[in-house]
């Protein structure tokens, strides 16, 4: 799973994430409080390209790892440090410094205490 540092909204209903604003379900918002520091979960199968609505998450790729029936990007999102891992079904190319953009759903956003590492509700 990729962690993110990330801080809930002031008016908890969208975690801000790597330079985006992730909105969440209203059964996550009723478990945090405006401006908590969280680590935001993201499994790679759940990143999806983006299609123009909402909101994004920009990746930098720093590595394509093609596996087959599926693809992996290794990239960093803009605004956050840490190496994340993208899944995508199929053969993609990607170049070493490719920009894409990337949405995730909101149901499938974990949340984590960045103090405790405890779950947050169920995102």
């Not at 790597?18 to 996550?28: E, R």
């Not at 992996?72 to 840490?82: C, I, V």
């Not at 956003?109 to 509700?121: N, S, V, W």
Request: hydrophobic residues 45%; aromatic residues 2%; neutral net charge.
């Amino acid at each position: 799973m990729n962690l993110l540092p990330g801080r809930i909204a002031t008016d908890r209903r969208a975690a801000e994430v790597a330079g985006a604003t992730l909105p969440l379900m209203a059964s996550a918002a009723a478990g945090v409080e405006a401006g908590q520091a969280v680590s935001v979960g993201i499994r790679p199968e759940h990143l999806t390209p983006h299609g123009g609505a909402g909101a994004a998450l920009a990746l930098t790729v720093e590595m394509a790892e093609p596996l087959g029936a599926d693809t992996l990007l290794h990239g960093r999102f803009a605004g956050a440090d840490g190496l994340v891992t993208v899944r995508l079904p199929g053969h993609v190319r990607a170049a070493p410094g490719e920009k894409r953009s990337f949405a995730v759903e909101s149901g499938q956003l974990h949340l984590f205490d960045a103090a405790t590492g405890r779950r947050i509700g169920a995102a």
